[in-house]
């Protein structure tokens, strides 16, 4: 979600040859994603657009983003896309314990937390079973 410059969803592709779904809504990243995907040979798909226009009936396995909002927001965005054994893997900074106290006030969900390797305060949320409260 929000794919910005490809991290992590592009790189996972790159890496890995996963199909995955870029969804991004600025038209300038879109093409430099595109470009990537051409120089790399990525199976990714990169979707133009607002993660409302999505198509209600997609579904994935994973869900990710970086810098796209609050985790509140994230899991709203997320929730719909996320299939039922789904998880989903956010990159968060120095407000992520914050940020989960927010959320728990709507959201149940199974947490793991992962140490940054880039941000020494920032953390990377595995998310399962994600419901509302």
């Known amino acids: ?13 790159i890496v890995t040859g996963a199909a995955v779904v870029l ?22 798909e990169i979707f133009e657009g607002r993660l409302e226009d999505l198509g209600g009936e997609l579904t994935f396995d994973l869900v990710t983003a970086r810098a796209l909002a609050p985790l509140p927001k994230l899991l709203e965005y997320a929730e719909p896309r996320l299939k039922a054994d789904g998880s989903c893997l956010f990159l968060k900074g120095a407000r992520h314990e914050a940020e989960l106290t927010d959320a728990n006030e709507f959201w149940k969900m199974d947490l793991e937390r992962h140490q940054s390797l880039s941000d020494c305060q920032g953390a990377v949320l595995q998310i399962r079973n994600l419901s509302r409260v």
């Open 1 to 13: 979600m929000g794919s910005g410059a490809g991290f992590p969803g592009l790189v996972v592709s």
């Open 23 to 44: 969804a991004e809504s600025d038209a300038r990243k879109c093409a430099f994603l595109r470009e990537v995907c051409r120089l790399t040979s990525s199976p990714a």
